[in-house]
């Protein structure tokens, strides 16, 4: 098993009514726990920056998130190992 | 034109002949606007899950659309497992829900539920409609979408007061270009130019026991010839999982059958033995896979599809190429025209793997009673014409099905892979029927799956399907009762049926006509005689309660442990607590 590691994303998508409940239930079902989230909406786009920790790799979330037809772009920008609990 | 009548002209204008539907209070203005709707057939099932198992089935044996209406509340609720049922094979399909109207959305009004949150994990996009002069555009997006890329279900849920509106100003879909333009996901843009295959070609033509291991992308594709040609020109020795039964069609000399749980000894020992796996159209799921660590230990990956997420989701790919299949396939073959693959041994070992390690042949010359399902499927695959339709339901008899019939084609195979949908053959029959009236569609059910979807029999009834039903009834759930004695240790629970309704009784009260058929001697005459009937008829099949599908990997465990008859460690009789007596 390998080791819980943070990661931090910046997502943006369609501002549409569903928006954060896709994005949250991808999360959630390819094992990712979130830890922080924000959420800024303009011009109809939402762009949702997402702190998620989990064991799998983050390219796997990634690319699941990048499947979403509202999501227009997934950027990963750092990584962070924790101290298994 | 209000929105209703707007739904019906984009059937039209999309070429959509046949849907399937069920009415109610929110839907009323669609149904209302059909009754002088042209060109469109609503086929009215007898549950919403019928209705979009039909539309899948209708998709499946036709590669087109499939489409499914139904109600607010209980209707869209209905909906649930056929739509998860398209989602988790990528069936192209449209679903269209009545839903409360707008003002009510939220106060929780009569047959008022959240089918959009309800939706989401089983959706390849869904839409709540809640401006009427968007409802053009969201139409076109649906309909282009769930057969784009990956093709999957695409779910309009529209409240009644947007059917009822008129939005003749918008009739043309260019009218509202901002949501037509709306962020388009990489999987969804057109298909990429043709990758560079030329890491590809290089780890192929260094790899001395390559092995192809095809799945359902090939049929949804529509690459089937495009794979075949690789397949001759390459001599790749090939495998199937159960969506790309069919791949390589009945008479290649280069395949070895289904992989995986039920696989046969001889696609799994190449899988085993191969030290390069060309994974095409497939996703690499657990039941094909077996224990992962175990799965293909020699083998480098190169992983052709055409959805980027599932590259590298369960096993690495050295070469991961998202793409067009035909194209893609069709570039492999030029090139190993040019430069063919020098395999002569590997393919020599495949192909004595396949003439000794196929599945375990049931033909028995001796008259036998009763009858036992491979031996029965094995006839029926000699006896029907090579465009046949079979579908199935799930349990031992769809593994028979997999196993033991010669499949041409995959749009000939109608089986519910990655949901494992019991109810899902009957509704699926009468959908493939519907898309091919001139084809024979005959649905090859268990006695427990049967009786999941059998109000559909009313659908035969009425629009007069010639669909052939077929029972394996061994009076038990199957595969259940198998799993409990190999992996349970023998103890029997909740599977027992033999209170079974009395099929032929059944059947009658559909006017369908039955036969029943219980020794071998009897298989041939018993499918050729519903066969030769002009319309629907049912034949029941008494099969031996006790016979298991062999090979079987354990759940969980590497597919070199296959277990075979002969392995089987049968107690005289099974610990049993019926139902019944616990009801009692
Ligand atoms: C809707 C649904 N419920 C439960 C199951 C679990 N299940 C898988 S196979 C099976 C038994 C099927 O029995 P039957 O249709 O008689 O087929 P057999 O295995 O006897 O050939 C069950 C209960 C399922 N796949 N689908
Ligand atoms: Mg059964």
Redesign the pocket.
Known sequence: MSATTEHTLTCRMQAEPAALERLCQVVRVRGFRIRQMSADSADGQLTIGLTVSGERPIGMLQSQLEKLHTVAQVSTETTLALARA | MNGAQHILEAFQRHQIDTVFGYPGGCIMPLYDALVDAEGVEHVLCRHEQGCALAADGYARASGRLGVCIATSGPGATNLI?GVANAHRDSIPMLVITGQVPSALIGTDAFQETDVLGMALGIVKHSYLVTEADELPAILEEAISLAQQGRPGPVWIDIPKDVLLTDIAAMACPSAAPDIAQAAQSTLTTTAPPCPDLSDALALLHNARQPLLYSGGGVGLAGAEAAFRAFADTSGLPGVVTLKGIGNHGKHSPHQLGMLGMHGSRAANLAVDACDLLLVIGARLDDRATGKLADFAPNARIIHLDADQAEFHKLRRAEVALRGDLNTMLQALTQALSNRPLAIADWQAQCRTWATTKGFPAADNEATVAPIH?PEFVRQLSRITPDDAIIAC????????VAQHYQFDHPRHHLS?GG?????FGLPAAIGAQFARPDQVVINV????????NAQELATIRRYRLPLKLII???Q???????QQELFYGNRESQ?D?DDNPDFLTMARAFDIPSLHIERSDQIRRGIETILAYQGPMLLHVA?ARDDN?WPIVKPGAGNREMLDEHQRNRKETPTTKTSKETAA
């Open positions: 497992t399902g339901d799930v349990g031992q008899h769809q593994m028979w519910s949901l494992g949908t019991m109810g059910s268990g006695d427990g799956s049967f009786m999941m394996l009834d061994n038990c759930l199957g595969m259940v009762r198998q599977i049926l099969i599908v």
